[in-house]
Protein backbone atom coordinates (compact mmCIF):
# COMPACT_ATOMS: atom_id res chain seq x y z
CA UNK A 1 0.00 0.00 0.00
CA UNK A 2 1.82 3.09 -0.83
CA UNK A 3 -0.80 5.08 1.67
CA UNK A 4 -2.10 4.07 5.19
CA UNK A 5 -4.71 5.76 7.18
CA UNK A 6 -4.02 6.19 10.93
CA UNK A 7 -7.35 3.37 10.98
CA UNK A 8 -5.32 0.95 9.26
CA UNK A 9 -1.87 1.12 10.87
CA UNK A 10 -3.93 0.80 14.62
CA UNK A 11 -5.25 -2.17 12.81
CA UNK A 12 -2.07 -3.61 11.79
CA UNK A 13 -0.38 -2.63 15.07
CA UNK A 14 -2.83 -4.33 17.33
CA UNK A 15 -2.29 -7.55 15.33
CA UNK A 16 1.20 -7.13 15.80
CA UNK A 17 1.05 -6.82 19.41
CA UNK A 18 -1.49 -9.70 20.08
CA UNK A 19 1.09 -11.85 18.21
CA UNK A 20 3.91 -10.42 20.25
CA UNK A 21 5.40 -9.78 16.96
CA UNK A 22 7.15 -6.64 17.40
CA UNK A 23 9.18 -6.57 21.30
CA UNK A 24 8.48 -9.27 23.67
CA UNK A 25 6.31 -8.09 26.89
CA UNK A 26 5.80 -4.42 25.60
CA UNK A 27 2.23 -3.47 24.33
CA UNK A 28 1.15 0.08 22.76
CA UNK A 29 -0.34 2.73 24.84
CA UNK A 30 -3.76 3.68 24.39
CA UNK A 31 -5.77 7.22 24.82
CA UNK A 32 -9.00 7.55 26.06
CA UNK A 33 -10.33 6.67 22.93
CA UNK A 34 -8.90 3.26 22.85
CA UNK A 35 -6.45 5.24 20.04
CA UNK A 36 -2.64 4.34 20.57
CA UNK A 37 -0.61 7.72 21.38
CA UNK A 38 1.55 8.88 18.78
CA UNK A 39 4.73 10.82 20.14
CA UNK A 40 5.92 11.99 16.87
CA UNK A 41 6.01 11.49 13.48
CA UNK A 42 8.81 12.46 10.51
CA UNK A 43 10.31 12.42 7.14
CA UNK A 44 10.68 8.12 7.43
CA UNK A 45 8.74 6.79 10.75
CA UNK A 46 5.88 7.51 13.33
CA UNK A 47 6.97 7.29 17.05
CA UNK A 48 4.45 5.61 19.58
CA UNK A 49 4.24 4.98 23.70
CA UNK A 50 4.96 1.49 24.17
CA UNK A 51 4.60 0.19 27.74
CA UNK A 52 6.17 -2.57 29.84
CA UNK A 53 4.17 -2.77 32.84
CA UNK A 54 3.83 0.75 34.18
CA UNK A 55 7.00 2.44 32.86
CA UNK A 56 6.80 4.21 29.02
CA UNK A 57 9.05 3.49 26.46
CA UNK A 58 9.10 5.27 22.94
CA UNK A 59 9.12 3.03 19.70
CA UNK A 60 9.58 4.38 16.53
CA UNK A 61 7.53 2.45 13.30
CA UNK A 62 9.60 3.22 9.88
CA UNK A 63 7.72 1.82 7.04
CA UNK A 64 4.06 3.06 6.33
CA UNK A 65 3.91 5.16 3.22
CA UNK A 66 6.48 3.84 1.49
CA UNK A 67 9.01 5.11 4.06
CA UNK A 68 11.06 1.76 5.36
CA UNK A 69 14.57 2.67 4.30
CA UNK A 70 17.25 -0.34 2.82
CA UNK A 71 18.15 -2.52 5.59
CA UNK A 72 21.99 -2.87 5.10
CA UNK A 73 21.07 1.46 5.62
CA UNK A 74 18.88 0.88 8.26
CA UNK A 75 21.54 -1.57 10.69
CA UNK A 76 23.86 0.96 9.69
CA UNK A 77 22.05 3.76 11.47
CA UNK A 78 21.50 1.95 14.19
CA UNK A 79 24.86 1.06 14.24
CA UNK A 80 25.94 4.61 14.42
CA UNK A 81 23.36 5.22 17.58
CA UNK A 82 24.82 2.39 19.44
CA UNK A 83 28.28 3.78 19.13
CA UNK A 84 26.91 7.12 20.33
CA UNK A 85 25.34 6.03 23.26
CA UNK A 86 27.92 4.23 25.09
CA UNK A 87 27.22 6.54 27.51
CA UNK A 88 23.46 7.82 28.01
CA UNK A 89 24.05 10.92 29.40
CA UNK A 90 23.85 12.92 26.00
CA UNK A 91 21.66 10.59 23.52
CA UNK A 92 18.70 8.94 23.70
CA UNK A 93 18.98 5.48 24.69
CA UNK A 94 18.37 2.65 21.90
CA UNK A 95 17.07 -0.36 23.59
CA UNK A 96 16.34 -2.89 20.70
CA UNK A 97 16.23 -3.04 17.10
CA UNK A 98 14.56 -5.48 14.79
CA UNK A 99 12.96 -5.83 11.14
CA UNK A 100 9.51 -7.31 10.33
CA UNK A 101 8.56 -8.82 7.16
CA UNK A 102 4.61 -9.10 7.15
CA UNK A 103 2.54 -10.99 4.34
CA UNK A 104 -1.56 -9.99 5.09
CA UNK A 105 -4.63 -10.32 2.79
CA UNK A 106 -6.62 -7.67 1.32
CA UNK A 107 -8.43 -6.68 4.50
CA UNK A 108 -5.23 -6.16 6.22
CA UNK A 109 -5.23 -9.95 7.68
CA UNK A 110 -1.64 -10.88 8.39
CA UNK A 111 -0.91 -14.28 7.29
CA UNK A 112 2.63 -14.20 8.35
CA UNK A 113 5.33 -12.49 9.93
CA UNK A 114 9.10 -13.03 9.45
CA UNK A 115 12.23 -11.51 10.13
CA UNK A 116 13.56 -11.94 6.81
CA UNK A 117 12.24 -11.94 3.31
CA UNK A 118 11.31 -15.27 2.03
CA UNK A 119 9.96 -14.48 -0.79
CA UNK A 120 5.89 -14.65 0.01
CA UNK A 121 6.28 -11.63 2.29
CA UNK A 122 5.12 -8.44 1.22
CA UNK A 123 5.57 -5.63 3.67
CA UNK A 124 8.45 -4.72 5.52
CA UNK A 125 8.27 -2.69 8.80
CA UNK A 126 11.32 -1.43 10.69
CA UNK A 127 11.23 -1.18 14.45
CA UNK A 128 13.34 1.14 16.85
CA UNK A 129 12.66 0.74 21.06
CA UNK A 130 14.34 3.87 22.53
CA UNK A 131 13.92 5.53 26.26
CA UNK A 132 11.06 7.60 26.14
CA UNK A 133 11.73 11.85 27.25
CA UNK A 134 10.19 14.77 26.93
CA UNK A 135 10.67 16.74 23.65
CA UNK A 136 12.49 19.76 23.44
CA UNK A 137 9.69 20.92 20.17
CA UNK A 138 6.19 20.42 20.10
CA UNK A 139 3.27 21.77 18.26
CA UNK A 140 -0.02 22.21 20.54
CA UNK A 141 -3.29 21.30 18.78
CA UNK A 142 -3.67 24.87 17.29
CA UNK A 143 0.24 24.17 15.91
CA UNK A 144 1.53 27.13 18.18
CA UNK A 145 5.28 26.14 18.97
CA UNK A 146 6.08 25.17 22.83
CA UNK A 147 9.02 24.23 24.22
CA UNK A 148 9.80 21.61 26.67
CA UNK A 149 10.28 24.03 29.72
CA UNK A 150 9.83 27.97 30.52
CA UNK A 151 13.12 28.85 30.34
CA UNK A 152 14.13 27.81 27.13
CA UNK A 153 10.21 29.35 26.07
CA UNK A 154 11.49 32.95 27.20
CA UNK A 155 14.76 32.25 25.63
CA UNK A 156 16.76 32.40 28.78
CA UNK A 157 20.40 32.74 27.72
CA UNK A 158 21.92 30.17 30.55
CA UNK A 159 19.25 27.46 29.81
CA UNK A 160 20.20 27.56 25.53
CA UNK A 161 24.06 27.37 26.87
CA UNK A 162 22.67 24.39 29.16
CA UNK A 163 21.59 22.45 25.99
CA UNK A 164 24.59 23.40 23.58
CA UNK A 165 26.58 22.24 25.84
CA UNK A 166 24.75 18.91 26.06
CA UNK A 167 24.34 18.46 22.51
CA UNK A 168 27.76 19.41 22.16
CA UNK A 169 28.89 16.80 24.40
CA UNK A 170 26.40 14.25 21.99
CA UNK A 171 28.28 15.21 18.77
CA UNK A 172 31.62 14.74 20.96
CA UNK A 173 30.84 11.31 21.43
CA UNK A 174 29.15 11.02 17.66
CA UNK A 175 32.41 12.49 15.96
CA UNK A 176 34.79 10.79 18.14
CA UNK A 177 33.30 7.57 16.52
CA UNK A 178 33.44 8.87 12.69
CA UNK A 179 29.38 9.34 12.51
CA UNK A 180 28.12 12.87 11.26
CA UNK A 181 24.48 13.06 12.97
CA UNK A 182 23.37 15.13 9.58
CA UNK A 183 20.10 15.62 11.14
CA UNK A 184 20.73 17.91 13.74
CA UNK A 185 17.20 20.00 14.78
CA UNK A 186 15.12 20.76 18.08
CA UNK A 187 12.63 18.25 17.04
CA UNK A 188 15.32 15.80 17.64
CA UNK A 189 16.42 17.08 20.93
CA UNK A 190 14.63 15.95 24.12
CA UNK A 191 14.91 16.80 27.73
CA UNK A 192 15.38 14.98 30.41
CA UNK A 193 13.80 16.27 34.00
CA UNK A 194 15.26 13.45 36.30
CA UNK A 195 18.89 14.23 34.85
CA UNK A 196 17.98 17.85 34.28
CA UNK A 197 19.97 17.38 30.93
CA UNK A 198 19.20 17.49 27.09
CA UNK A 199 19.68 14.59 24.53
CA UNK A 200 20.18 14.07 21.13
CA UNK A 201 17.94 11.56 19.35
CA UNK A 202 17.25 10.40 15.79
CA UNK A 203 20.26 8.78 14.08
CA UNK A 204 17.89 8.02 11.07
CA UNK A 205 20.12 9.79 8.55
CA UNK A 206 23.54 9.49 10.52
CA UNK A 207 26.52 8.38 8.26
CA UNK A 208 29.52 6.30 9.88
CA UNK A 209 32.29 7.85 7.95
CA UNK A 210 36.18 6.38 7.29
CA UNK A 211 37.66 9.46 6.16
CA UNK A 212 35.86 12.20 8.17
CA UNK A 213 33.51 13.28 5.58
CA UNK A 214 30.40 12.37 3.45
CA UNK A 215 28.78 13.13 -0.12
CA UNK A 216 25.41 11.49 0.55
CA UNK A 217 22.51 14.39 0.70
CA UNK A 218 20.73 14.44 3.73
CA UNK A 219 19.53 17.79 5.82
CA UNK A 220 16.10 19.91 6.59
CA UNK A 221 15.81 22.57 5.62
CA UNK A 222 17.02 25.83 7.77
CA UNK A 223 19.18 23.76 9.54
CA UNK A 224 21.51 22.23 6.61
CA UNK A 225 25.08 23.87 6.21
CA UNK A 226 25.05 25.82 2.91
CA UNK A 227 27.47 23.03 1.51
CA UNK A 228 24.98 20.32 2.16
CA UNK A 229 22.09 22.26 0.40
CA UNK A 230 24.22 23.09 -2.53
CA UNK A 231 23.73 19.30 -3.57
CA UNK A 232 26.81 19.41 -4.92
CA UNK A 233 30.06 17.03 -5.27
CA UNK A 234 31.31 18.76 -2.06
CA UNK A 235 32.14 16.15 0.68
CA UNK A 236 31.50 17.47 4.12
CA UNK A 237 32.52 17.34 7.43
CA UNK A 238 32.07 17.88 11.45
CA UNK A 239 31.66 20.96 10.42
CA UNK A 240 27.87 20.54 9.11
CA UNK A 241 26.84 19.43 12.27
CA UNK A 242 28.35 22.36 13.87
CA UNK A 243 26.65 24.64 11.58
CA UNK A 244 23.25 22.93 12.36
CA UNK A 245 23.66 22.91 16.11
CA UNK A 246 24.36 27.17 16.13
CA UNK A 247 21.36 27.22 13.76
CA UNK A 248 19.28 25.76 16.68
CA UNK A 249 20.92 28.19 19.01
CA UNK A 250 19.81 30.80 16.64
CA UNK A 251 16.61 29.76 16.99
CA UNK A 252 16.18 29.20 21.06
CA UNK A 253 18.20 33.31 20.94
CA UNK A 254 15.34 34.66 18.29
CA UNK A 255 11.76 33.67 19.21
CA UNK A 256 12.33 30.88 17.29
CA UNK A 257 12.62 32.64 13.57
CA UNK A 258 14.87 31.31 11.11
CA UNK A 259 17.87 33.89 10.06
CA UNK A 260 15.94 37.11 8.48
CA UNK A 261 12.93 35.47 8.76
CA UNK A 262 9.52 36.69 10.49
CA UNK A 263 8.39 32.89 11.47
CA UNK A 264 10.20 29.23 11.89
CA UNK A 265 10.10 28.96 7.82
CA UNK A 266 13.16 29.21 6.60
CA UNK A 267 14.27 31.93 4.26
CA UNK A 268 15.78 30.07 1.77
CA UNK A 269 17.12 32.76 -0.33
CA UNK A 270 18.90 34.68 2.40
CA UNK A 271 20.01 32.36 4.43
CA UNK A 272 22.01 30.38 1.84
CA UNK A 273 23.43 33.45 -0.05
CA UNK A 274 26.62 33.39 -0.58
CA UNK A 275 28.81 34.73 2.01
CA UNK A 276 25.07 35.45 4.44
CA UNK A 277 26.39 36.36 7.72
CA UNK A 278 23.30 35.67 10.72
CA UNK A 279 22.10 38.96 12.12
CA UNK A 280 22.56 39.53 15.82
CA UNK A 281 19.12 38.45 17.85
CA UNK A 282 17.89 41.20 20.05
CA UNK A 283 18.12 39.41 23.38
CA UNK A 284 21.88 37.69 23.83
CA UNK A 285 24.82 39.01 24.55
CA UNK A 286 27.85 39.30 22.50
CA UNK A 287 29.85 36.75 23.46
CA UNK A 288 27.05 34.02 22.65
CA UNK A 289 25.93 35.78 19.08
CA UNK A 290 29.89 35.22 18.70
CA UNK A 291 30.01 31.74 19.46
CA UNK A 292 26.71 30.82 16.95
CA UNK A 293 27.79 33.42 14.50
CA UNK A 294 31.46 31.12 13.97
CA UNK A 295 29.46 27.61 14.08
CA UNK A 296 27.10 28.84 11.62
CA UNK A 297 30.13 30.70 9.07
CA UNK A 298 28.88 30.15 5.22
CA UNK A 299 32.51 28.70 4.77
CA UNK A 300 32.96 25.29 6.22
CA UNK A 301 36.75 26.63 6.82
CA UNK A 302 35.57 30.20 9.01
CA UNK A 303 33.69 27.42 11.44
CA UNK A 304 34.65 25.72 14.71
CA UNK A 305 36.64 22.93 12.98
CA UNK A 306 35.76 20.66 15.85
CA UNK A 307 33.28 20.35 18.57
CA UNK A 308 35.73 20.33 21.17
CA UNK A 309 36.52 24.28 20.37
CA UNK A 310 32.65 24.86 20.71
CA UNK A 311 32.52 23.29 24.14
CA UNK A 312 35.36 25.01 25.37
CA UNK A 313 34.01 28.33 24.72
CA UNK A 314 31.03 27.65 26.16
CA UNK A 315 32.21 26.35 29.13
CA UNK A 316 33.61 29.75 29.51
CA UNK A 317 30.62 31.53 28.76
CA UNK A 318 28.52 29.58 31.13
CA UNK A 319 31.24 30.07 34.30
CA UNK A 320 31.11 33.97 33.11
CA UNK A 321 27.34 33.78 33.50
CA UNK A 322 26.91 32.39 36.35
CA UNK A 323 29.40 34.45 37.97
CA UNK A 324 27.29 37.89 36.88
CA UNK A 325 23.95 36.32 37.71
CA UNK A 326 25.16 35.14 41.65
CA UNK A 327 25.91 37.82 44.47
CA UNK A 328 28.25 36.14 45.99
CA UNK A 329 30.37 35.86 42.71
CA UNK A 330 30.01 39.59 41.94
CA UNK A 331 33.05 41.10 41.53
CA UNK A 332 32.93 43.82 43.41
CA UNK A 333 32.15 41.34 46.66
CA UNK A 334 35.21 39.21 45.98
CA UNK A 335 37.28 42.18 45.47
CA UNK A 336 36.17 43.53 49.20
CA UNK A 337 36.81 40.01 50.19
CA UNK A 338 40.20 40.26 48.85
CA UNK A 339 41.36 44.15 49.77
CA UNK A 340 40.00 43.00 53.37
CA UNK A 341 42.57 40.14 53.21
CA UNK A 342 45.57 42.43 51.82
CA UNK A 343 44.90 45.45 54.61
CA UNK A 344 45.12 42.07 57.35
CA UNK A 345 48.28 41.03 55.83
CA UNK A 346 49.87 44.43 56.10
CA UNK A 347 48.20 45.04 59.54
CA UNK A 348 49.37 41.47 61.40
CA UNK A 349 52.72 43.57 61.03
CA UNK A 350 51.80 45.80 63.59
CA UNK A 351 51.19 43.98 66.60
CA UNK A 352 49.47 46.98 68.16
CA UNK A 353 46.44 46.60 66.20
CA UNK A 354 45.66 42.49 67.04
CA UNK A 355 41.91 43.31 67.34
CA UNK A 356 41.16 44.97 63.65
CA UNK A 357 43.68 42.45 62.25
CA UNK A 358 41.52 38.96 63.61
CA UNK A 359 37.95 41.26 62.83
CA UNK A 360 38.91 42.26 59.04
CA UNK A 361 40.65 38.63 58.84
CA UNK A 362 38.16 36.82 59.97
CA UNK A 363 36.10 38.41 57.44
CA UNK A 364 38.13 37.81 54.71
CA UNK A 365 37.91 34.18 55.91
CA UNK A 366 34.18 34.13 56.25
CA UNK A 367 33.25 35.55 52.20
CA UNK A 368 36.38 33.04 50.62
CA UNK A 369 34.71 30.29 52.46
CA UNK A 370 31.02 31.10 51.22
CA UNK A 371 32.80 32.21 47.80
CA UNK A 372 34.52 28.62 47.38
CA UNK A 373 31.24 26.97 49.24
CA UNK A 374 28.87 28.10 46.87
CA UNK A 375 31.47 27.53 43.48
CA UNK A 376 31.89 23.95 44.73
CA UNK A 377 28.42 23.05 45.61
CA UNK A 378 25.64 24.49 43.26
CA UNK A 379 27.85 25.54 39.36
CA UNK A 380 26.62 22.38 37.93
CA UNK A 381 28.99 22.00 34.50
CA UNK A 382 29.98 18.91 33.53
CA UNK A 383 34.18 19.03 33.17
CA UNK A 384 34.68 15.56 31.06
CA UNK A 385 37.88 15.78 29.59
CA UNK A 386 38.11 19.87 29.96
CA UNK A 387 40.78 19.29 32.24
CA UNK A 388 41.90 21.47 34.71
CA UNK A 389 39.71 24.65 33.06
CA UNK A 390 38.50 27.92 34.76
CA UNK A 391 36.51 25.92 37.12
CA UNK A 392 39.27 24.33 38.79
CA UNK A 393 41.89 27.04 38.14
CA UNK A 394 39.33 29.64 40.32
CA UNK A 395 38.56 26.61 43.17
CA UNK A 396 41.60 26.12 43.70
CA UNK A 397 43.07 29.31 44.11
CA UNK A 398 40.51 30.37 46.69
CA UNK A 399 40.85 26.96 48.60
CA UNK A 400 44.66 28.14 48.72
CA UNK A 401 42.93 31.77 50.29
CA UNK A 402 41.30 30.16 53.09
CA UNK A 403 43.81 27.65 54.14
CA UNK A 404 46.49 30.71 54.12
CA UNK A 405 43.49 32.37 56.06
CA UNK A 406 43.40 30.07 59.08
CA UNK A 407 46.81 30.02 59.02
CA UNK A 408 47.13 33.83 59.32
CA UNK A 409 44.62 33.61 62.39
CA UNK A 410 45.07 30.99 64.48
CA UNK A 411 49.04 32.76 65.39
CA UNK A 412 46.90 35.24 66.76
CA UNK A 413 43.72 33.50 68.44
CA UNK A 414 46.25 30.76 70.10
CA UNK A 415 48.68 33.25 71.13
CA UNK A 416 51.64 31.38 69.02
CA UNK A 417 53.67 34.84 69.53
CA UNK A 418 56.24 33.79 67.51
CA UNK A 419 54.77 32.86 64.18
CA UNK A 420 52.74 36.06 64.30
CA UNK A 421 55.67 37.70 62.04
CA UNK A 422 55.78 35.18 59.39
CA UNK A 423 51.59 34.91 59.50
CA UNK A 424 51.60 38.54 58.79
CA UNK A 425 54.44 38.10 56.06
CA UNK A 426 52.52 35.12 54.47
CA UNK A 427 48.98 36.99 54.43
CA UNK A 428 51.11 39.75 52.64
CA UNK A 429 52.15 37.84 50.13
CA UNK A 430 48.99 35.74 49.25
CA UNK A 431 47.12 38.58 49.05
CA UNK A 432 49.43 40.87 46.78
CA UNK A 433 49.50 37.33 44.38
CA UNK A 434 45.87 36.61 44.45
CA UNK A 435 45.22 40.68 43.31
Not at 207 to 213: A, L, Q
Request: charged share 20%; aromatic share 12%.
Amino acid sequence: MSQWTMTEIEGLLFQLEERNAIFTGYRFKRNANGHVEVLGSGATGIVFTVLKGAKEYALKIIGFNNKHVESDYFKETIEAQRFADWSDEFVIKLLASKEIWLEFDESLNIIDITNKDNGNTNFLLQAILMEKLTPVFSRNPSGKIELCNELLQVGKETEIVKLAYDIGNALKMAHGQGILHRDLKLENVFYDPIKDSYKLGDFGVAKVTVDTGARTVAFTKGYGAPEVVACDDFKYDNTADIYSLGIMLYLLSNNMHFPDSDSYHVNMGMQYKNGYVLPKPGYISEELYSIIKRMCNFSPDGRYQNIEAVLQDLEDLRYNEYVSENIFFKEGKLRIALTLFLLSGILMINPLIKGATVLSISVSFILLAVNFLMEFFILSVPKKDLLFSIYERRLLVKLFAIVFCAMIICPFIFSWYPLKPIAGIVGLIVTILMK
